[in-house]
């Protein structure tokens, strides 16, 4: 199983950043999805989650509003839209599927959002 998060980087406040989580060795579309994230010195935090089939998602309470999840199970893959970013957005951002027993984390892609 793999997991590889792609798109993040450098952005100024207020900016958007899209991310997104390839999948591959497992059925993807069985797997409920989401995305954490753990800044320096601080406990990794659920940002959001997504179901199997993508109708129901949820969100931590400081991204509400500005942050979409979405996932394509076609292409094996979860996204991650942020927008209107701020400063303690930054972090290691970790893409996270689990069904049953199974709980799969990616590598994590950085996050800095510059004021």
């Known amino acids: 199983v793999q997991l590889v998060e792609s798109g993040g980087g450098l952005v100024q406040a207020g900016g958007s950043l899209r991310l997104s989580c390839a999948a591959s060795?497992?059925?993807?579309?069985?797997?409920?999805a989401s995305w954490y994230r753990q800044a320096p010195g601080q406990e990794r935090e659920l940002v959001a989650g997504?179901?199997?089939?993508?109708?129901?998602?949820n969100y931590g309470d400081s991204v509400k509003g500005r942050f979409t999840i979405s996932r394509d199970n076609a292409q094996n893959t979860v996204y991650l839209q942020m927008n209107s970013l701020k400063p303690e957005d930054t972090a290691v951002y970790y893409c996270?599927?689990?069904?049953?027993?199974?709980?799969?984390w990616g590598q994590g892609t950085q996050v800095t959002v510059s004021s």
């Open positions: 996270n599927v689990r069904y049953v027993g199974y709980n799969y």
């Open positions: 060795g497992l059925t993807f579309r069985l797997y409920y």
């Open positions: 997504i179901s199997d089939a993508g109708g129901n998602t």
